[in-house]
């Protein structure tokens, strides 16, 4: 009895909390996915919890050839929407194949080559983590320009790439530094040279590092804003956050429609988060020593 | 199979230095261990050997050709690692079929490889695990097969055993030594573990701070141990040691401790006045009646029986002894002891080095 008394307020404390934490983090989510759903007219009057009717009008008017708003036949925003879409993940993905390549062979440098001034190359690298990118966005503009890469994949790609390497490198260089290094000089001995044994050892080995690098950079990179604002002006390369809320026009805050596009743009990185997470088991080093 | 040639081998992090020049010649087919305290420079020194440490001066040398800027793979080197080292990812064939694969031999070829060699460790029905469904005592052999499927020209190993209950190790040096012997492939084994030492080893090297004190036989070096370190390091209970200084009675040289101890030294030649240590094993004190001619008397402190001998401990004077009886004692205030025939070593105390006796030396 006196357990359940002592035990009872920290068990409400606890299903309180994570009641708040969910709320926190799904609401947002919610609402938007309530917002998408709401007819034009019932968004404009007092706000409810659940849509009073059921609309799909606004994903019409996304991925439809035509769709009808507010009683006039209007031309869909599909092409732009995919165009954004395709570019969205295009920029993306780039991003984070090339960003997680380069920390797994960078970070393994950083830890096992010894070369002059490795610790303080590292801590320079990491450091820039601190600058905000408002900082150095009108010299990367400029540079963008001289070397013709403003709305070119490769641009988007390169500058992503700078900003997140960082916080790759500094994740590999941890992981790896926990792996045992008599694998490695057991691989050496059995013949195989540096790169054999960093490929088809220490990366197998290293497979939920580098998930979880790929992950991270990849969320980082679909919700980027302020650097496709700047460097992506046209469709050649804008991505989804940019055109959203571009559908903000002179006389009409289409809100049906940036949530609809809103809901659907959170599909790509769930169903990455949700393919990958299945790799990121414990455990892999299972079996290796002792 | 191969030779190993070791000269004037130094090892040095920054400034400081941790193996000083150390020159051993290792034979063909030979086991021969390292022992010595922790951070004594064994592992460093194998490490060297392996390739896997930078060798700051002398040279290695196997088979006559100098391997020092020789990457390890080149070196036709296998080596068991204390902690196994498997790769957790791979199969046990997999595992033990890793250095084949690099050197391209063709597939069927490394089955049969891999096969023979699990046949010899009896880890035949286990070939398809993963390392993580194995026991200790089967990781430990896949460590084994790995090294041994290739047919290196040296085996190398790193305490192999340090991680396996006592029982298991006991069977694995059997099985080790067994294997050795088979193959006959001249191997290294650093172990601080002088059993595992003395019972495998063909000549046993005892380091310290990073200098030998001595290469020997397992016998050899336990019956005429080069120093005072070797002298207590090897054997157990540790040897035991009375200081003493040389006295000339008549034409007898004597011990004489400050206690007023008398050990007679007969058949030495050392210098009257000499600081000496007369080093005996515990089993070299033989319990005796009261009254037999050159007993000493030992206050005992305790009587540990082990089941097949009992050590006493106690005081020869003031000086800690233990005796090693091969029976079993009963309790006592005191008992006697003698100094079995050769069962007295002798120690310069200001060298700490051994000094013969006179046909000896």
């Known amino acids: ?290 | 199979m191969a030779t190993v040639d070791i000269h004037r081998l130094v090892k040095r992090y920054g400034t400081e230095e941790v193996i000083h020049g150390i020159d051993l010649a290792i034979r063909d087919g030979e086991f021969i261990s390292l022992i010595g305290a922790s951070g004594c420079g064994k592992s460093t020194l194998l490490r060297m050997i392996a390739g896997l440490e930078d060798i700051s001066g002398g040279t290695i040398s196997i088979d006559g050709r100098e391997v020092n800027d020789v990457a390890p793979k080149n070196r036709d080197i296998a080596m068991v690692f204390q902690n196994y080292a498997l790769y957790p990812h791979l199969s046990v064939a997999d595992n033990m079929g890793f250095s084949l694969k690099l050197r391209d031999v063709p597939k069927p070829e490394i089955k049969r490889a891999v096969a023979e060699a699990a046949e010899l460790l009896g880890l035949t029905p286990y070939l398809e695990r993963m390392p993580k469904a194995l026991s200790g005592g089967q990781r430990q052999r896949v460590a084994m097969g790995r090294a041994i499927v290739r047919k290196p020209r040296v085996f190398l190993f790193d305490e192999p055993l340090s991680n396996l209950d006592a029982k298991l190790r006991v069977q694995m040096r059997t099985e080790i030594k067994a294997l050795q012997r088979r193959l006959g492939t001249t191997s290294i084994y650093v172990t601080h573990d002088q059993i595992e030492a003395m019972t495998m080893s063909d000549r046993i090297v005892i380091l310290n701070g990073g200098r030998v004190e001595q290469v020997g036989a397992p016998l050899d070096v336990y019956d005429r141990p080069a120093n005072l370190f070797v002298a207590t390091f090897i054997g157990s209970p540790a040897m035991n040691l009375i200081e003493a200084t040389v006295r000339r009675d008549g034409d007898r040289l004597a011990a004489d401790t400050d206690d007023g101890l008398r050990l007679p030294l007969d058949g030495y030649e050392v210098a009257e006045g000499t600081a000496v240590t007369v080093g005996v094993r515990p089993e070299h004190l033989t319990l005796a009646e009261a009254g037999t001619p050159g007993a000493l008397a030992i206050a005992v402190d305790l009587i540990e029986p082990t089941g097949h001998e009992t050590h006493v401990f106690g005081r020869l004077g003031r000086h800690q002894v233990v005796v090693a009886h091969s029976g079993r004692v009963t309790e006592a205030g005191s008992v006697f002891v003698t100094i079995a025939p050769g069962g007295l070593h002798l120690f310069d105390r200001t060298s700490g080095q051994r000094i013969d006796t006179a046909e000896r030396s």
């Open chain 1, 1 to 290: 009895m006196r357990s359940l008394i002592s035990t009872l307020p920290r068990r409400i404390g606890t299903a309180v909390a994570v009641a708040l934490l969910v709320a926190w983090s799904l609401g947002p989510i919610y609402w938007s996915l309530v917002t998408s759903l709401t007819p034009p007219l019932h968004l404009l009057g007092t706000p409810s919890l659940w849509p009073r009717e059921i609309t799909f009008e606004h994903y019409a008017k996304l991925v439809g050839a035509t769709s009808v708003s507010q009683g006039n036949a209007v031309q869909s925003v599909w092409p732009q929407f995919s165009a954004a879409l395709v570019n969205s993940l295009v920029t993306s993905g780039l991003a984070t194949v090339v960003t997680v390549v380069i920390a797994a062979f960078g970070a393994y440098a950083f830890v096992r080559l010894e070369f002059p001034g490795r610790d303080l190359l590292f801590v320079a690298v990491v450091a820039t983590l601190a600058i905000p990118a408002y900082t150095v966005m009108i010299p990367l503009y400029r540079l963008m320009i001289s070397l013709k890469l403003i709305d070119t994949y490769t641009g988007i790609t390169l500058i992503y790439v700078s900003a997140f390497l960082p916080l790759a490198l500094w994740l590999m260089r941890s992981v790896y530094q926990a792996m045992p290094i008599s694998l490695e000089e057991a691989a050496w001995l059995d013949g195989a040279g540096r790169i054999y044994t960093l490929v088809h050892i220490v990366l197998p080995l290293s497979a939920p590092g580098l998930i979880a690098s790929a992950i991270l950079t990849f969320l980082n990179a679909w919700g980027q804003f302020m650097v496709p604002l700047v460097f992506s002006p046209t469709l050649a390369t804008k991505p989804l956050t940019v055109l959203i809320p571009e559908f903000v026009t002179r006389n009409y805050i289409d809100f049906g429609l940036m949530n609809a596009a809103g809901i659907l743009a959170i599909i790509p990185p769930v169903l990455l988060v949700l393919f990958l997470n299945r790799y990121l088991v414990s455990g892999l080093m299972a079996g290796a020593t002792k």
